[in-house]
């Protein structure tokens, strides 16, 4: 392997033989399975180290150590990212002099952009408004950055500028959200200036309802007459206790307002009890005077919940919506709704009924051949359905495959790399900033730098940096590089095998497949060791740090919190076997487990079928969740890749999808064994 990192941190060495040698290590990265080790780069390991060494030290403040190391990393592309740690810690402290020169030294890079972001705020709460209006005039105006346009307001207040003040305020104050704190001082002089007045108050008040704000709509009720006070209260009842709110008001007084909040009310009741609010809708419905749309868009609500709830009823109720009632939505859930009830001929109706550009999709094309195909009559037609969706390298392409026995269209192609591509690249700096980040282990600021620079990267070129990537491996990069170039038939680089040994043993030893647990960790996380998703879920397997503790006190593992998780071979460990307690749990039924590693057990236990058993294919399309749904999906895709990657044999996907049993009937089997 070249020394790929030393000739990129040094643009113009790069011969025509290191650009062979360079698509060599592509081919060698890819025929060993993208598991080729990150070329060496020995001129700058010396270099990374000091950085992995000294980073945190300097992160608390004490620059000693990067004084110590200065003869070293004073030439090292990262050595801004060192400097702007120490002023980010040093802020109150470090000579304001010393930041602007910074600052003006790099203010390219991104590290100097977040130093300023950080400076500026640190003016602002210093009461140097001056100070700050300067810098937010001069590179934060315009974003609509609502903190940032609240301290500058108030800073042009502070200057005697009030009159350049009020209508941008006005346009702050106008969200039906809550505002960010730093916007406090400034509304509360507007209110004692007179300028938001009542009926500044109520036209947000409006805008708190409607985005369904109700707290905060209360909070500014406080300041109007008491009408909307008493409006707010009923909106939050309709909220907390939907059913005793339409029971309360069945015998009101109709009004606009009153229909609005019933209407409101029956809607949130319908997410758990569909019926209930079906029979609520029909009492309230003769009372009161609603808009045709109105009756329309409460009627399809209620019978899509009920449908996603798994209801028989539901096929009557979407059957008998009116027309103006139907929509995209609704046609997708009668067509599952059918499945689950194996009404193959209305199934068919449905899909034929489909817009044609959502008729035309591979998930309703397959669901029509398998109803076809319930009749002998129609097995032609079904067969030339099923050929033409199985040369499609996903679920339903899989799927199809198996109806017809034909092989899957796996559709391999290994992408060539471009000596004179590569060359550019290799001069690219913000290419080589990424790649150290990523190489010194500040991989989440890698990827944001990445993702700036191959987004303004034709698409022959964001080719080739997928494959450096690649052969860095940085796979999340690659997967997502590749995917943005529109090149989708390298399996290899599409999916790669990192943390082998780490995946083989961590798989074994909960009692899965190791291409399970890849496909369950590609789907979470691409391979991305540090990520943290918006729930909390960290790592490479995406776990939550209360599982992730439950499930290491199981191993009798040491449980250092994020670290922990941040550690792959770690991360791995847990995620897996936390995989294969689902596995037990949902009696060896992989599609139950997969279901219930994304939305959790409890959902999937209310999601089996009340008695009996079920496809599991029709199972899985009647998810009610469209994220577990298109989840299970995938990873039931990628395994069946993974697989193929792994052992150079194909396995079908039908073979791995059990029935859905009830409840009671796995509980049953359960204590049996």
Same mark, same amino acid.
């Given at each position: 392997?070249?020394?790929?990192?030393?000739?990129?941190?040094?643009?113009?060495?790069?011969?025509?033989?290191?650009?062979?040698?360079?698509?060599?290590?592509?081919?060698?990265?890819?025929?060993?399975?993208?598991?080729?080790?990150?070329?060496?780069?020995?001129?700058?390991?010396?270099?990374?180290?000091?950085?992995?060494?000294?980073?945190?030290?300097?992160?608390?403040?004490?620059?000693?150590?990067?004084?110590?190391?200065?003869?070293?990393?004073?030439?090292?592309?990262?050595?801004?990212?060192?400097?702007?740690?120490?002023?980010?810690?040093?802020?109150?402290?470090?000579?304001?002099?010393?930041?602007?020169?910074?600052?003006?030294?790099?203010?390219?890079?991104?590290?100097?952009?977040?130093?300023?972001?950080?400076?500026?705020?640190?003016?602002?709460?210093?009461?140097?408004?001056?100070?700050?209006?300067?810098?937010?005039?001069?590179?934060?105006?315009?974003?609509?950055?609502?903190?940032?346009?609240?301290?500058?307001?108030?800073?042009?207040?502070?200057?005697?500028?009030?009159?350049?003040?009020?209508?941008?305020?006005?346009?702050?104050?106008?969200?039906?959200?809550?505002?960010?704190?730093?916007?406090?001082?400034?509304?509360?002089?507007?209110?004692?200036?007179?300028?938001?007045?009542?009926?500044?108050?109520?036209?947000?008040?409006?805008?708190?309802?409607?985005?369904?704000?109700?707290?905060?709509?209360?909070?500014?009720?406080?300041?109007?007459?008491?009408?909307?006070?008493?409006?707010?209260?009923?909106?939050?009842?309709?909220?907390?206790?939907?059913?005793?709110?339409?029971?309360? $008001?069945?015998?009101? !007084?109709?009004?606009? &307002? *009153?229909?609005?909040?019933?209407?409101? #009310? %029956?809607?949130?009741? +319908?997410? =758990?009890?569909?019926?209930?609010?079906?029979?609520?809708?029909?009492?309230?419905?003769?009372?009161?005077?609603?808009?045709?749309?109105?009756?329309?868009?409460?009627?399809?609500?209620?019978?899509?919940?009920?449908?996603? $709830?798994?209801?028989? !009823?539901?096929?009557? &109720? *979407?059957?008998?919506?009116?027309?103006? #009632? %139907?929509?995209?939505? +609704?046609? =997708?859930?009668?067509?599952?709704?059918?499945?689950?009830?194996?009404?193959?001929?209305?199934?068919?109706?449905?899909?034929?009924?489909?817009?044609?550009?959502?008729?035309?999709?591979?998930?309703?094309?397959?669901?029509?051949?398998?109803?076809?195909?319930?009749?002998?009559?129609?097995?032609?037609?079904?067969?030339?359905?099923?050929?033409?969706? +199985?040369?499609?390298?996903?679920?339903?392409?899989?799927?199809?495959?198996?109806?017809?026995?034909?092989?899957?269209?796996?559709?391999?192609?290994?992408?060539?790399?471009?000596?004179?591509?590569?060359?550019?690249?290799?001069?690219?700096?913000?290419?080589?900033?990424?790649?150290?980040?990523?190489?010194?282990?500040?991989?989440?600021?890698?990827?944001?730098?990445?993702?700036?620079?191959?987004?303004?990267?034709?698409?022959?070129?964001?080719?080739?940096?997928?494959?450096?990537?690649?052969?860095?491996?940085?796979?999340?990069?690659?997967?997502?590089?590749?995917?943005?170039?529109?090149?989708?038939?390298?399996?290899?680089?599409?999916?790669?095998?990192?943390?082998?040994?780490?995946?083989?043993?961590?798989?074994?030893?909960?009692?899965?497949?190791?291409?399970?647990?890849?496909?369950?960790?590609?789907?979470?996380?691409?391979?991305?060791?540090?990520?943290?998703?918006?729930?909390?879920?960290?790592?490479?397997?995406?776990?939550?740090?209360?599982?992730?503790?439950?499930?290491?006190?199981?191993?009798?593992?040491?449980?250092?919190?994020?670290?922990?998780?941040?550690?792959?071979?770690?991360?791995?460990?847990?995620?897996?076997?936390?995989?294969?307690?689902?596995?037990?749990?949902?009696?060896?039924?992989?599609?139950?487990?997969?279901?219930?590693?994304?939305?959790?057990?409890?959902?999937?236990?209310?999601?089996?079928?009340?008695?009996?058993?079920?496809?599991?294919?029709?199972?899985?399309?009647?998810?009610?969740?469209?994220?577990?749904?298109?989840?299970?999906?995938?990873?039931?895709?990628?395994?069946?890749?993974?697989?193929?990657?792994?052992?150079?044999?194909?396995?079908?996907?039908?073979?791995?999808?059990?029935?859905?049993?009830?409840?009671?009937?796995?509980?049953?089997?359960?204590?049996?064994?």
């Amino acid at each position: 392997m070249i020394e790929l990192n030393t000739y990129l941190s040094r643009p113009g060495r790069l011969t025509s033989i290191i650009a062979v040698t360079l698509l060599a290590a592509v081919a060698a990265a890819q025929a060993d399975d993208g598991n080729a080790a990150a070329p060496d780069g020995r001129d700058l390991e010396p270099q990374r180290a000091l950085f992995r060494a000294h980073h945190a030290e300097i992160e608390r403040g004490n620059w000693t150590p990067g004084a110590a190391a200065d003869a070293v990393l004073r030439d090292y592309v990262l050595w801004p990212d060192l400097r702007a740690t120490w002023f980010r810690a040093r802020l109150g402290r470090a000579a304001d002099d010393e930041i602007s020169a910074f600052m003006h030294q790099y203010g390219q890079l991104k590290p100097a952009r977040e130093l300023r972001y950080r400076y500026a705020l640190h003016l602002a709460k210093s009461d140097r408004l001056d100070e700050y209006l300067t810098i937010y005039s001069q590179f934060y105006q315009g974003l609509d950055v609502a903190n940032l346009d609240c301290l500058a307001l108030r800073a042009e207040i502070n200057a005697g500028n009030e009159s350049r003040v009020v209508s941008r305020a006005i346009a702050l104050w106008l969200t039906g959200s809550s505002q960010v704190d730093e916007c406090d001082p400034l509304f509360a002089h507007l209110q004692a200036a007179g300028i938001l007045d009542e009926a500044k108050f109520a036209e947000r008040y409006e805008l708190a309802v409607g985005a369904q704000q109700f707290g905060l709509a209360r909070y500014l009720a406080r300041q109007l007459p008491a009408r909307y006070l008493d409006e707010a209260t009923a909106w939050l009842q309709a909220q907390n206790s939907p059913r005793d709110f339409v029971t309360a $008001n069945m015998k009101s !007084e109709d009004n606009d &307002m *009153l229909r609005r909040q019933l209407l409101y #009310a %029956v809607t949130r009741h +319908a997410y =758990r009890e569909p019926l209930e609010s079906a029979a609520l809708w029909h009492k309230v419905r003769k009372r009161f005077e609603f808009s045709p749309q109105q009756e329309n868009d409460i009627s399809r609500h209620i019978a899509l919940w009920s449908a996603r $709830n798994h209801l028989p !009823e539901s096929v009557k &109720m *979407l059957s008998g919506l009116r027309a103006g #009632a %139907v929509d995209t939505e +609704a046609g =997708r859930w009668l067509i599952r709704a059918n499945l689950r009830e194996h009404r193959w001929a209305d199934a068919i109706r449905a899909i034929d009924a489909l817009p044609a550009e959502e008729n035309a999709k591979p998930d309703w094309q397959y669901w029509k051949a398998m109803a076809l195909r319930q009749d002998d009559k129609h097995s032609a037609e079904a067969k030339a359905i099923f050929a033409r969706v +199985a040369g499609e390298r996903s679920y339903y392409g899989f799927l199809a495959a198996d109806a017809i026995d034909a092989p899957y269209a796996m559709s391999d192609a290994p992408l060539r790399g471009d000596p004179a591509s590569v060359e550019k690249l290799a001069q690219n700096p913000a290419l080589i900033r990424a790649r150290e980040l990523f190489f010194v282990g500040e991989e989440s600021r890698g990827r944001s730098e990445w993702d700036a620079a191959v987004r303004n990267l034709d698409t022959a070129d964001q080719t080739q940096a997928a494959l450096l990537a690649h052969i860095w491996g940085w796979h999340s990069r690659a997967i997502a590089t590749v995917a943005t170039a529109g090149q989708y038939d390298d399996l290899r680089l599409r999916y790669p095998l990192p943390w082998r040994d780490d995946f083989a043993n961590a798989a074994a030893s909960a009692g899965i497949s190791n291409s399970w647990a890849y496909g369950i960790a590609r789907s979470e996380s691409l391979f991305m060791s540090d990520i943290q998703s918006s729930a909390g879920a960290i790592g490479v397997m995406q776990l939550m740090p209360a599982t992730g503790r439950m499930t290491a006190k199981e191993l009798q593992l040491p449980y250092k919190g994020q670290a922990t998780l941040t550690d792959s071979t770690s991360n791995i460990r847990l995620g897996t076997w936390y995989l294969g307690k689902m596995y037990t749990r949902f009696g060896s039924n992989r599609i139950l487990a997969t279901a219930a590693y994304n939305a959790g057990p409890s959902r999937v236990e209310r999601w089996l079928p009340a008695s009996g058993e079920l496809d599991a294919r029709i199972w899985i399309e009647n998810i009610p969740y469209n994220e577990t749904r298109g989840y299970v999906r995938r990873v039931l895709t990628d395994d069946t890749i993974f697989s193929w990657r792994l052992t150079g044999e194909l396995r079908r996907l039908s073979s791995e999808l059990p029935q859905i049993v009830a409840a009671a009937r796995r509980e049953k089997a359960a204590n049996t064994d």
